[in-house]
């Protein structure tokens, strides 16, 4: 197809056509988060918001070094020269009372920050009383911080040496204080404040002392008989703070319009020195009339945020809190500003400490140290606050006008949401998040401040993390005591954000009773229902593996508030609260017992039968928590877990994995709690498993098998990937198809020998299908795949007797059911629960014949013991334990046919015995344990022989559990992650501008401009269609092949592997492995969603489909979905030459004259090619997102792909298989051609019973397509092998035109635009038709030098728009002809 000819009229579309175009109102299917995502929780974010290590400054050391009147003697001062301390002129009283009301000052300042700290104040004393107030102050506070606040006014300068200065006790000398010795008596933690001259020498030599303290701890470490390490250990300073007034080489400022302690000012009277710093700048000219006697006039308690100094108090601790957030580390900002009360807000005082002192050439100095803040953009927010506060002054004052509250916040919080509502993706948070944080404790502010946290809250996880970084915590908790109505919805909103990324929360919530009122929203009827999904998330979080939450919520009534909410048409609320329900009484028996009382479980089974899925799983994990309590039983609650348990096994067939793999858990739960009966039922089902003869595939030599199962010597075997379980864990099969690609084609190759035992040792079984530490497992795919079909034909429940309670029995059949599922997951787990009994059957059998005829009458107990009591006796000796000797990798048995699948025992392999291990002795006389000879047969890896035995450990070593408490599917935490990510956002695929939006457009184009181009070359009638245009040798004989509608690809599919071709460039794109078992075949397949992101259906005549997606380009294909949708086709039980019994000869004498022999010979090579019946066929509808399935069964069973459910049964009311299938969406109509020739049409609008509108029986043999066309007036098309084309019309009850074609078809398929259908037979050539019975086209030859013979045609598909026949034949070719090229 030229490529310019596929794509120039794509750009030609008119506006007008492109709004017709069709494709956008297609529903599209499995395209879900399920389908698309791991079924998985995020992972959980490290959380530093939580303060590990909260301190508190318990004790305030205040050392005053004035000797006011008394300058020391390396400092000259200027005059006039700065002299207030603490706000107080030393020189205005006596200097010892000036001494002491500095000092009473000092302590008021701190006692602002810290009330209830211990004081201490040490005015100009001497070394031993500064030694013996620390060492008090240190021994009282334990392990918490220590203040010690140094003022050095009076004493010199520190020196380089490490030493600040005191007073001998007569005040005639300065005494030096080394730093080292003040360390050893502060401890640590400690905080540490110097106000004096070079006070950044202090740091320095803090910091060096505290370096060598380190290396003197390491050196004793090392070292015990070092010197060092005789003497007391140093304390280590790591966690010691330090704030300097200035660097080493400067001098405090001298300005007499400021404090002479301006640093200690700035530390703990911010507001004031702030202000008087506001009015000595020359912008305070530009606010008239304020002056520095006035300020001090402003009215207000720094407390009281309602008055003008109050409210400045509040904007100056918002802004230093949003620089420090906005400019220090994460981790600093936490340990600074939000670990200790009396350390942030000395720190939030620094950041003005800088800004001022700066401004007179001094800086102050931190240890850690802080990047500059005093140039930071909020300042000047700050210096707004202040004029606009000043400003108002002389009028409050004067006029007693009433105060104007600030705009500060309100136009902070409008930055904050122009930050929401502006930015992109990927920029830097928002500054004012700090600021938000502050505005929730105002009442005027907090509704606006709420709404706009939740929408930055909803940006996703990052921003849950940076929001408790910031200390939102206990805010929203406070909150939680509110009682407004209008705060509710958005405290739930937020609370659910928090939880769904940080779930430890749950323990603040019940300590402060949060809980309740969650509780209230979720039981007020008059909430929205999106608003009581979160509230039921937030309870099902608290209650999560939170047995304090259990009871506290149990308490408050969930369970009855939750089941009164069970049937809410929203779908959300109900998973959660099914989810919510699970976790309560998950290992609660309290709660169990609760819910029994209200008949809670009884509810729930409603849900099993929920249209959407995922509440369909969630009421599975509540029924499966439900039965899974390990309380004891009672014969009340063994009732209640039998009726559970049956209400369950009804889901083994849903069309959703999710659900069946949380039904595989829910189960394990059972057999957890009824062990010992499990394990009974488990022995009973190996015995009879071992001597029951299977109709097996693998037995070939049956009177009625036409065929072997194993293709003869002229086709090549493509791989030795014997078993679906190779490819367990590997459903993206790219490595397996690698292997595939590059295996040598077999040409001569006979059968390849199979057996468990040579599955279990091949490296990808054991890597994929490994118990945790990767030991093979007990029963191997295939004994499990032969346990379930006997266990479809066996009296099993006539075996184990009346008295035994079958439902452990049906439990057991429905794990093996599910042991044996398509999708890998589901079957993973169900081989865990069933080798995890197996295992334990096995371990406490007791060395005698299995369950002889006495123990089968006897009744097993109703309640499960801890060790099966029925069949574990104490006096089991080591015979018992020797069962599971385990082999890692060993190689595979040769010579064993795929007939140890039935009767012949053979010998197990006899092995060198590790020599670690003690030599095994019978225990009674001669006879070997039973283990040897009882399970010899299905579990040949796992026996040594009947000379050695396992490791002669307790059971508790060797027992291997594979049902443990990880046994779990995710769904609950994958499901919280909705409330994790972005709910606000608009999806991608609505963004118009978005990626995912323009694909589609392009992709649309695309289609629209084939069928228009398709359309005029069938509107202009095909006279030939012979033109080779591809030609290719396939992997594996092609058995069904499908064009995608509109990209130049073709699937074909052998018996279980699909090949992928570019029919344009001749190139093969993909081949991967389908997953079915060996002995069944793929037998139809589909395109879903074709017109978008396209799927690939395949079906397998074991009732099996498979959905696929990433084929055909370069990532990995990967299983979207895949389910059982046909349960009863087993394809052991119908063997060929059945399927031709059931299908060319009817008990009808009516459809018996037609089966000439010629018919008989197709059906026979219809069967032979296909190895059995119709197989499965299947029929899809992307309108309605409905699929048609039938075959080797008695009814047409309709899945909605929406639901992932069963939505209807028509019984076809005949007694053959079903061949073909076609729908007409428009008027509901379904036609199936069948094996006995008949033509059936049926209306799914009507009853089951009535439904059947109409039957043709004019064709004598098997059915080889039957067609509707999808027009008002469409007519049925159906022909058989005898080569009979019969045109019928709905509503008539005879056909209206007839055709004969060749006799002998094998494949055929109708064009459904270009009215031209193609027949290929038996007899190597394809007949191309038009609509006049015409032959346009005979191909018997291939195109090429040799012009080869065609094979046998296996089968054939025309293109749904160009005019395209792809044909396959039985000599593994797969070509594809055309019309003319001058058409194309």
């Known amino acids: 197809m030229d490529a310019e000819l596929l794509h120039s009229p794509v750009v030609g579309l008119t506006e007008e056509e492109e709004a017709d175009m069709s494709d956008w109102n297609l529903p599209l299917a499995f395209m879900k988060k399920r389908h698309l995502e791991k079924i998985e929780g995020s992972r959980a974010l490290a959380q530093s918001w939580r303060m590990k290590d909260r301190m508190k400054t318990v004790s305030v050391a205040l050392v005053l070094c004035l000797n006011v009147g008394v300058d020391p003697p390396d400092v000259v001062k200027t005059s006039p020269c700065a002299r207030l301390e603490c706000w107080i002129d030393p020189l205005s009283m006596s200097p010892q009372k000036a001494l002491e009301t500095i000092g009473a000052n000092l302590q008021k300042q701190y006692e602002n920050w810290q009330p209830r700290a211990r004081y201490k104040q040490s005015l100009d004393p001497t070394v031993d009383e500064v030694k013996k107030l620390c060492t008090s102050l240190r021994r009282n506070a334990k392990e918490e911080r220590v203040l010690f606040h140094y003022n050095g006014h009076g004493v010199p300068r520190p020196t380089v040496n490490g030493e600040i200065w005191v007073f001998n006790k007569n005040y005639t000398q300065y005494i030096p204080l080394s730093i080292y010795d003040l360390q050893t008596w502060m401890g640590s933690p400690s905080i540490f404040v110097y106000d004096c001259s070079n006070a950044g020498i202090i740091v320095k030599s803090f910091k060096q002392f505290a370096l060598q303290r380190e290396q003197e701890l390491e050196v004793a470490a090392i070292n015990p008989n070092h010197p060092l390490a005789q003497m007391p250990l140093p304390p280590s300073m790591k966690n010691c703070i330090q704030l300097a007034a200035c660097e080493a080489s400067e001098l405090l400022p001298m300005n007499p319009d400021l404090p002479a302690d301006l640093f200690t000012s700035c530390l703990t009277t911010p507001i004031k020195i702030a202000l008087r710093w506001f009015c000595m700048q020359k912008s305070a ?447 993206t099969a790219r490595n397996l198809n690698k292997s595939l690609q590059n295996l040598n084609l077999n040409e001569e190759g006979g059968p390849v020998t199979f057996s468990p035992g040579n599955l279990s040792a091949s490296s990808s079984a054991s890597s994929t299908l490994g118990s945790p530490d990767n030991d093979e497992y007990l029963l191997s795919f295939e004994t499990i795949d032969k346990m379930r079909r006997v266990s479809s034909y066996s009296s099993l429940n006539s075996l184990i007797g009346v008295s035994f309670n079958s439902v452990y029995t049906q439990i057991w059949r429905v794990l093996l059911h599910l042991a044996a599922d398509p999708f890998p997951e589901v079957s993973d787990l169900a081989m865990k629960v069933l080798n995890s009994i197996a295992y334990k059957a096995t371990m406490n059998t007791r060395p005698q014949k299995i369950l002889d005829s006495g123990s089968l009458t006897q009744s097993a107990p109703a309640s499960p013991t801890s060790k099966g009591t029925l069949i574990h006796q104490a006096g089991a000796s080591h015979g018992a334990n020797r069962c599971l000797s385990r082999c890692s990798g060993s190689p595979p048995i040769p010579g064993v046919s795929s007939s140890s699948l039935t009767n012949e025992v053979p010998k197990p392999p006899t092995r060198e015995a590790p020599p670690s291990r ?346 080889v397509k039957a067609h509707v066309q999808r027009e008002t007036n469409g007519e049925i098309v159906s022909v058989s092998v005898n080569g009979d084309v019969r045109f019928f019309e709905a509503r008539t009850p005879d056909s209206v035109n007839v055709l004969q074609t060749v006799k002998g078809l094998t494949a055929l398929d109708i064009h459904p635009q270009a009215n031209l259908f193609a027949c290929g037979s038996m007899n190597q050539f394809i007949a191309v038709y038009n609509s006049n019975g015409d032959v346009i086209s005979n191909i018997k030859y291939y195109d090429g030098f040799m012009g080869q013979r065609i094979g046998a045609i296996s089968c054939l598909a025309f293109h749904p728009y160009w005019p395209h026949l792809a044909v396959g034949s039985n000599d593994y070719y797969m070509s594809i002809y055309s019309a003319e090229k001058r058409l194309r």
């Open 285 to 731: 000219k530009l606010v008239p009339g304020v002056t520095l006697d006035l300020i001090e006039k402003i009215p207000g308690r720094l407390n009281d945020r309602r008055t003008p100094l109050g409210e400045l108090n509040w904007i100056f601790t918002a802004i230093t809190d949003t620089i420090a957030w906005n400019v220090l580390p994460r981790d600093l900002f936490q340990k600074l500003f939000r670990q200790d009360l009396l350390v942030a807000s000395l720190f939030r005082n620094f950041l003005l400490a800088e800004r001022i002192m700066r401004s007179y050439n001094c800086t102050p100095v931190s240890s850690p140290r802080l990047p500059p803040t005093y140039m930071h953009a909020m300042w000047q927010a700050w210096d707004l606050a202040v004029d606009i506060c000043l400003s108002q002054l002389p009028t409050i004052i004067e006029e007693g006008t009433a105060f104007r509250h600030s705009p500060f916040f309100a136009e902070q919080l409008t930055a904050f949401q122009v930050w929401l509502t502006m930015g992109v993706e990927n920029r830097n948070p928002p500054e004012q998040l700090p600021i938000v944080l502050q505005v929730l404790l105002s009442q005027v502010h907090r509704l606006r401040a709420l709404d706009l946290l939740g929408r930055f809250l909803d940006l996703g996880p990052w921003a849950v993390s940076l929001a408790l970084s910031v200390g939102i915590f206990p805010y929203v908790l406070k909150l939680l005591q509110s009682s407004a109505r209008e705060l509710r919805p958005l405290l739930v909103f937020i609370w659910a954000k928090i939880l769904a990324v940080d779930s430890s929360c749950q323990a603040d919530l019940v300590k402060d009773n949060g809980h309740k009122y969650f509780l209230s929203v979720l039981a007020d009827p008059y909430m929205p229902a999106e608003h009581r999904t979160m509230a039921v998330f937030i309870l099902a979080v608290i209650v999560n593996n939170y047995n304090t939450g259990q009871e506290a919520c149990l308490q408050g009534n969930l369970i009855s508030i939750c089941l009164e909410q069970l049937s809410d048409p929203h779908p959300l609320l109900r998973q959660w609260v099914a989810i919510c329900l699970g976790r309560i009484w998950q290992n609660f028996d309290s709660a169990r017992w609760c819910g029994v009382r209200d008949s809670a479980h009884e509810k729930l089974y409603s849900l099993l039968s929920d249209p959407i899925p995922e509440v369909r799983c969630a009421a599975v994990f509540a029924l499966g928590t439900f039965v899974g309590n390990s309380a004891e039983r009672t014969d009340h609650s063994t009732t209640i877990d039998h009726n559970v348990a049956m209400m369950l096994a009804q889901l083994i067939n849903d069309g959703s994995p999710v659900v069946r793999k949380e039904l595989v858990v829910a189960l394990s739960h059972l057999v957890v709690q009824y062990e010992s009966n499990f394990c009974t039922v488990a022995l009973q089902f190996m015995e009879e498993e071992k001597n029951y003869a299977v109709p097996s595939p693998g037995n070939t030599t049956e009177p009625g098998n036409l065929t072997p199962v194993r293709d003869g010597p002229t086709l090549p075997r493509l791989r030795p990937v014997n078993s679906y379980t190779n490819i367990r864990a590997a459903t």
């Open 918 to 1263: 003690p030599p095994y002795t019978p225990t009674l006389g001669n006879q070997a344990p039973p283990h040897s000879h009882q399970f010899s047969r299905t579990r040949k890896m796992f026996d040594k022989g009947p000379d050695q035995m396992a490791e002669d450990g307790d059971e508790a070593t060797a027992h291997r559990n594979f049902i443990s408490v990880a046994l779990q599917t995710g769904l609950c935490d994958w499901s919280a992650k909705y409330f994790a990510q972005p709910v606000m956002k608009i999806p991608e695929e609505h963004d118009l501008e978005s990626q995912v939006r323009k694909e589609r457009e392009w992709r649309f184009l695309r289609n629209a401009g084939v069928r228009r181009h398709s359309q005029r070359i069938t509107q202009r009638g095909i006279a030939r269609l012979d033109d080779q245009i591809f030609i290719n040798r396939n992997p594996g004989v092609p058995s069904v092949v499908k064009f995608h509608p509109f990209n130049p690809c073709i699937a074909v599919a052998d018996k279980d592997s699909i090949c992928f071709w570019d029919w344009e460039k001749g190139e093969r794109l993909d081949y991967f492995y389908n997953g079915n078992p060996r002995y069944t075949r793929i037998t139809a397949m589909e395109y879903l969603n074709g017109h978008d992101c396209s799927l690939l259906l395949t079906a397998t005549d074991d009732g099996a489909l498979r959905i696929w997606k990433n084929f055909a380009d370069q990532r990995n294909p990967e299983m979207v979905t895949a389910w059982q949708g046909l349960s009863d086709m087993l394809p052991t039980t119908r063997v060929a030459g059945k399927a031709f019994r059931n299908c060319s000869t009817s008990r009808d004498s009516r459809e018996n004259h037609g089966c000439s022999g010629l018919a008989r010979r197709v059906s026979i090579y219809l069967d032979r090619s296909k190895q059995g019946g119709a197989g499965m066929v299947v029929d899809w509808e992307q309108e309605t997102g409905l699929l048609m399935t039938s075959g080797d069964v008695r009814v047409i069973r309709i899945w909605d792909t929406e639901r992932e459910m069963k939505v209807q049964d028509i019984p076809t009311g005949a007694d053959s298989c079903v061949t073909s299938l076609s729908c007409d969406p428009q008027r509901s109509l379904v036609v199936a051609g069948l094996g006995d020739g008949s033509v059936r049409v049926y209306d799914r609008r009507m009853a089951p019973n009535e439904c059947r509108v109409m039957t043709y029986r004019e064709h004598g043999a098997w059915v």
